[in-house]
């Protein structure tokens, strides 16, 4: 079964950093782009980054860029976000995506960030 | 970026009855190989979001005829020919030019 499960959310003070991460089984990881997309509480789907299948091509929203840092590990089939100096608006929880074509074919569950002192 | 947007935001719909939503994109999204990056998904309570339309019109694995695709460049639309209590959710379209953007998402509910 094509699989994703994110890991790593919590509760973080203003300021704070937070590493995410995703494992992938049941497909070939290491040839897929994989992206990152967080939904505020109760409201819409935004994209927040990816990462082409080698892990060297990164491209990153404007609200987090030079906060957020997209990686991934092939030989572990994971994915990862690594979040500093984050800010309330960044509570959300957080997708990992897989990339089909130009769409995002398979979702994980997600994974709960909240920034609040 | 391109700008998506919804209508209406929310959908109370008999069972049996049809239902209709569209979306508007800032600026065409027919890409340079012929294909429009269009999608749209279904976001049931609780759950992660789920593809049913890639590309306008063709509908993803599974995904019951009901369902149906439409519309070219900037205007798009999607039908359901009869609602059943388990399409109850939020209806998002999203285009697929980097960076991807969504749409705010049409509720739907069952009278």
């Known amino acids: 079964e094509v699989q994703l499960v994110e890991s790593g959310g919590g509760l973080v003070q203003p300021g704070g950093s937070l590493r995410l991460s995703c494992a992938a089984s049941?497909?070939?990881?290491?040839?897929?782009?994989m992206h990152w997309v967080r939904q505020a509480p109760g409201k819409g789907l935004v994209w927040v980054s990816r990462?082409?299948?080698?892990?060297?091509?990164?491209t990153y929203a404007d609200s987090v860029k030079g906060r957020f840092t997209i990686s991934r590990d092939n030989s572990k089939n994971t994915l990862y976000l690594q979040m500093n100096s984050l800010r309330a608006e960044d509570t959300a929880v957080y997708y990992c995506v897989r990339e089909r074509a130009t769409w995002p074919d398979i979702w994980g569950q997600g994974t709960m960030v909240t920034v609040s002192s | 970026d391109i700008v998506m947007t919804q209508t209406p935001l929310s959908l109370s719909v008999t069972p049996g009855q049809p239902a209709s939503m569209s979306c508007k994109s800032s600026?065409?999204?027919?890409?340079?190989?012929?294909?429009?990056?269009l999608y749209w998904y279904l976001q049931k309570p609780g759950q992660s979001p789920q593809l049913l339309m890639y590309?306008?019109?063709s509908r993803f694995s599974g995904v019951p005829d009901r369902f149906s695709g439409s519309g070219s460049g900037t205007d798009f639309t999607l039908k359901i020919s009869r609602v059943e209590a388990e399409d109850v959710g939020v209806y998002y379209c999203m285009q697929g030019i980097h960076p991807w953007t969504f749409g705010q998402g049409t509720k739907v509910e069952i009278k």
């Open positions: 049941g497909f070939t990881f290491s040839s897929y782009w």
């Open positions: 990462i082409n299948s080698a892990g060297i091509t990164t």
């Open positions: 600026q065409s999204l027919v890409h340079s190989d012929g294909k429009t990056y």
């Open positions: 590309e306008v019109s």
